[in-house]
């Protein structure tokens, strides 16, 4: 499985932006696929996920502003991110598993500033 994750960029606080992962290869062994954040010198975290069926977790950070989506027949997953703050800013992974999160595409960053 392949995983190509675009659609970072530089945007104001307040702004909004969607993330983009496109998954290709053996996709019918995955049923989770999720985003992860990272800042540099700390842990990458956990975001937001969306089974195959469709169910959501959101962390507690972002509930109400992020937006998981996935499209199953289009191998794509969506992250909206609205209202954006400074502290949204890091690089952006996407992943994916059937059980677990085994696959990860490269990073997309992106930048909140003023």
């Known amino acids: 499985v392949q995983l190509q994750a675009s659609g970072g960029g530089f945007v104001q606080p307040g702004g909004s932006l969607t993330l983009s992962c496109v998954a290709s290869?053996?996709?019918?062994?995955?049923?989770?696929m999720g985003w992860f954040r990272q800042v540099p010198g700390t842990q990458r975290e956990l975001v937001a996920e969306?089974?195959?069926?469709?169910?959501?977790y959101y962390a507690d950070s972002v509930k109400g502003r992020y937006t998981i989506s996935r499209h199953n027949a289009k191998n794509t997953m969506l992250l909206q991110i609205d209202s954006l703050k400074p502290g949204d800013t890091a690089v952006y992974y996407c992943?994916?598993?059937?059980?677990?999160?085994?696959?990860w595409g490269q990073g997309t960053l992106v930048t909140v500033s003023s």
């Open positions: 969306i089974t195959s069926g469709g169910t959501t």
């Open positions: 290869g053996s996709i019918f062994s995955i049923n989770v």
């Open positions: 992943s994916a598993g059937r059980d677990a999160f085994q696959y």
